[in-house]
């Protein structure tokens, strides 16, 4: 089992940035790829960037590429993700989640998913 909660959510002025962190419980935390995604009202949820079990392998969408930075400290159980030039469509519930081994950008191939937290960008 991995529990995952994230924080670092909230408010921001368009073009600002914001740091959202995933910590997970359990020791087998470093076997698993991890997945920022989110989800906008009345929108399917969809993927923002996966991170490999190493954090050698990553993935970023089109939309987020260049302006996001997915990473991880398997020692401390926590996966990031870095927000910088934020915009109004960035705006969305954003979750972490965990899946054994390959990462993947469907929701559904996931196993564990956090509370997610909400990302306001206001124009």
């Known amino acids: 089992q991995v529990q995952l909660v994230e924080s670092g959510g909230g408010l921001v002025q368009a073009g600002g940035s914001l740091s959202l962190s995933c910590a997970a419980s359990?020791?087998?935390?470093?076997?698993?790829?991890m997945g920022w995604f989110r989800q906008a009202p009345g929108k399917e949820r969809e993927c923002v960037a996966t991170?490999?079990?190493?954090?050698?392998?990553?993935y970023y969408a089109d939309s987020v590429k260049g302006r996001f930075t997915i990473s991880r400290d398997n020692a401390e159980n926590t996966v990031y993700l870095q927000m910088n030039s934020l915009k109004p469509e960035d705006t969305a519930v954003y979750y972490c989640?965990?899946?054994?081994?390959?990462?993947?950008?469907?929701?559904?191939?996931?196993?564990?998913w956090g509370q997610g937290t909400q990302v306001t960008v206001s124009s």
């Open positions: 359990g020791r087998t935390f470093s076997s698993y790829a």
């Open positions: 989640a965990a899946r054994k081994v390959i990462g993947t950008t469907i929701p559904r191939d996931y196993d564990y």
């Open positions: 991170i490999s079990w190493s954090g050698g392998r990553i």
